[in-house]
């Protein structure tokens, strides 16, 4: 998978905190390890089942809109 991601703040401080003590040779590296960081930290499955439970709750209430026109988007 190829994605571009803009980091800023708090998020972007970690990342480059990770490079200057060797954690990551780049962003992309320190991403990864993050990321495998957090699973192994909450891949329980009472964590999952919490986390899509509360997500299809989100979704259900933030129908989205549907626009008829590109102005109605921004109204």
């Known amino acids: 998978m190829n994605l ?4 800023r703040g708090f998020a972007e401080e ?3 905190e990770m490079i200057r003590e060797g954690i990551a040779e780049s962003k ?3 991403i ?3 990321l495998l960081f ?3 930290s909450f891949r329980g499955l009472e964590f999952k ?3 899509v439970k509360k997500t299809l709750e989100i979704m259900k209430k933030e ?3 549907k626009a008829k026109s590109v102005e109605e988007l921004f109204e």
């Open 28 to 30: 992309t590296e320190a």
């Open 49 to 51: 089942e919490e986390f």
């Open 63 to 65: 129908k989205p809109k």
């Open 38 to 40: 957090f699973w192994n």
């Open 4 to 7: 571009n991601l803009r980091l």
């Open 32 to 34: 990864r390890i993050a």
């Open 14 to 16: 970690i990342v480059e």
